[in-house]
């Protein structure tokens, strides 16, 4: 567990802290539009064990998160498909916002304001560590993605694409 406290105590902190993870906190200097390529450059780690935190609804308008590699994008069809619901959209920034209480480029899934259905890339799990959002703009946390799993209850899909 982190016992620096040279970082953002936000709810993700929070609720890691809670659950005993284990983790690191990584600060970098946010850009706007910078992504998960921008903060792996920054912390000169591979984007792909950057996790990318991506708030959608389906087509009831139910909110859900998916966890993706950072070099990868998320194919909204497989993803449909692979939860069982028509359509899957992305969140417009307010609503993402109000569904997990971070602003869209601090999301993290741990600590949301609501409980939402999470989805993870299969793939994920087979990382020695990742890096993923520690509810703050410019701010990560390097963890075990096995945490994710004990954590989170998350639902394993496979819906990655090559981002374009």
Known sequence: MSSTSDHPITPAIRALRERNVAFTPHLYDYIEHGGTRHSAEC?????HCVVKTIVL???RKKPLICLQH???D???KNLARAIGVKTITPCAPDVAMRHTGYMVGGTSPFGTRKALPICIERSILLLDSIYINGGKRGFLVCLDPQALIAVLQPTLVDAATHSG
């Open 57 to 59: 609804e389906d087509d």
């Open 70 to 72: 950072g070099d990868r």
């Open 43 to 47: 912390l000169a780690v591979d984007e």
């Open 74 to 76: 998320v194919s909204t």
